[in-house]
């Protein structure tokens, strides 16, 4: 079954790049009809789906986050990474990286990053 840990800073100051990085073990990156994302919960508030990398590389992001996100992945290392740029206190949030496949109907999720933007 595919396990998902997100790492990266919990602290982040405003104006700086967030970066947080989803290691994948029990399954590749590279299969296809499989779908990386990540997705944050601001305290008090639902979930925000904020963008994905697909199987193939292709990307996709929240209309709202686009202009300052990004999606990238080392499929030598089973890895896909989140770059939220202009971090400010709005962003703060638990961080989660998450993986659906519609072919096989299968969600999988990491257990969170909290990340604080400070100051």
């Known amino acids: 079954q595919v396990q998902l840990t997100e790492s990266g800073p919990g602290l982040v100051k405003p104006s700086q790049t967030l970066s947080l990085t989803c290691t994948v073990s029990?399954?590749?990156?590279?299969?296809?009809?499989?779908?990386w994302g990540w997705i944050r919960q601001p305290p008090g508030k639902g979930l925000e789906w904020m963008g994905y990398i697909a199987y193939d590389g292709n990307t996709g992001y929240s209309p709202s986050l686009k202009s300052r996100t990004s999606i990238s992945r080392d499929t030598s290392k089973n890895q896909f990474s989140l770059q939220l740029s202009s971090a400010a206190p709005e962003d703060a949030a638990v961080y989660y990286c998450?993986?659906?496949?519609?072919?096989?109907?299968?969600?999988?999720w990491g257990r969170g990053n909290q990340v604080t933007v400070c100051s």
């Open positions: 029990g399954g590749s990156i590279t299969t296809s009809y499989y779908y």
């Open positions: 998450a993986s659906t496949s519609p072919i096989s109907a299968s969600d999988s």
